[in-house]
């Protein structure tokens, strides 16, 4: 049995194949419709979502399975103090597949060692999201065409944001990448990002403040929100937030076939009026999610 915890759970040809059964349920939506039949997904939320839980849930809804789970850890018996090694082991018996989200890093693989059914991490504190990471693997390539010759300007909380660490990690794999890691100081990229990711596999990269420096150079920009929930200190966030705003005037100099990224939700880092724009994905991004998700699900469950 499989579970997917991190996204280095998978190797590069299982990353590419995801990836085309996901465009090929994007062109062929009815071949798939009843392929999970009889199966049931269970979401178990510990933590906020919109986009994860519920594009996990109409995916398999999509798939013609079922799904059954709680939004947050207050509707469930963890507000009695049950552990996840005892949920997940219940719910082996409800259900043949979990996603779980869980604010503490490391639950989602708690859980795998505990569960007769296979484990999706669906984010973990500010460790891993690696569901994420596959849908903006399938942005790029359904936008880009490619997945390697590329230069990425990831920008805003490079410190907590669980995604970027997870799309440095997975793209790092690919051939001619670059990175622009646009932050302020305070949030910049972990050390060990730089050295057991980036360093390692050679990839050069820039860290910087100033979002408009290397902005003709990008073929992405991928912004992302100062993660509030992450900050000990109110005062800091506040003072971080909408450190970058991104606008139609910072685009000026951009390429004309940019790819404006965002794994969403939305603050303020991207004014209103990059939306209308036709190269911001970040609405896009979303529902390939629901597609990726489709793929890994029929993955796991060994459905072909
Ligand atoms: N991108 C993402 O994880 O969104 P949600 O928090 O809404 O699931």
Redesign the pocket.
């Known amino acids: 049995m499989k579970h997917l915890i991190d996204i280095k759970d998978l190797s590069t040809e299982e990353i590419d194949g995801l990836i085309e059964v996901a465009k090929d349920i994007i062109a062929n939506k009815e071949k798939y419709s009843k392929k999970c039949e009889g199966k049931k997904l269970a979401t178990l939320f510990y933590e ?6 519920l594009s996990f849930e109409s995916a398999m809804m999509e798939l013609g399975g079922n799904v059954l789970g709680f939004s947050s850890a207050n509707s469930s018996s963890a507000a009695k103090g049950e552990s996840v090694a005892d949920t997940v082991r219940v719910i082996g018996g409800y259900a043949d597949i979990i996603a779980m ?1 869980h604010p503490k890093e490391g639950a989602p693989l708690v859980a795998a060692m505990k569960s007769e059914v296979p484990i999706i991490n669906a ?1 973990d504190g500010g460790h891993n ?1 690696p569901t ?1 990471t596959l849908t903006d693997l399938l942005t790029i390539q359904c936008e880009k065409h490619r997945l390697s010759d590329l230069t990425i300007g990831v920008c805003g909380d490079l410190k907590f944001g669980r ?1 970027v660490h997870s799309l440095i990690t997975a793209m790092s794999r690919y051939t001619n990448i670059k990175f622009v890691l646009i932050s302020p100081n305070e949030l910049k990229i972990p050390d060990y990002i730089k050295k057991d990711v980036l360093e390692k596999n050679n990839i050069e990269y820039i860290e910087t403040q100033d979002i408009e420096e290397y902005m003709s150079d990008l073929d992405i920009l991928y912004m992302t929100r100062v993660q509030k929930e992450r900050f000990f200190n109110e005062d800091d966030y506040i003072r971080l937030k909408d450190y970058y705003i991104l606008n139609k005037e910072k685009l000026e100099k951009a390429k004309e076939d940019l790819c404006i990224m965002h ?3 939305r603050v303020n880092e991207i004014s209103t009026d990059v939306d209308d724009d036709k190269r911001a994905c970040y609405f896009k991004q ?1 529902k390939y999610g629901k597609y990726i998700r489709m793929a890994l699900i029929l993955k796991l469950l060994e459905i072909n």
């Open positions: 906020p979502s919109t986009r994860t839980r989200r984010g999201h994420q995604t794994p969403l939700p979303a």
